[in-house]
């Protein structure tokens, strides 16, 4: 498969950019915390346990309603 094809399957062209720079720009301090706390993690655990994170911080912000 074409990179160019397969990337534009993966990333609709309602996509700009700046949309892509803002989503990393606010997604990369999160994963740089998980980096920063469990340096060891790979990629892959490194963003399931933002997942993890994430879920539970959400389930906190809910309870404190």
């Known amino acids: 498969m074409d990179t160019r094809e397969h990337r534009d399957s993966i990333m609709p ?9 803002d989503a990393i720009e606010m997604w990369a301090p999160k994963f740089n915390l998980i980096r920063d706390l469990w340096p ?8 399931k346990l ?3 994170i994430e879920d539970r911080a959400g389930e906190i912000k809910e309870e404190k309603k």
Request: aromatic share 0%.
């Open 50 to 52: 933002m997942s993890v």
């Open 13 to 21: 062209e309602t996509i700009t950019e700046e949309e892509l720079k």
């Open 40 to 47: 060891g993690a790979s990629i892959e655990e490194s963003l």
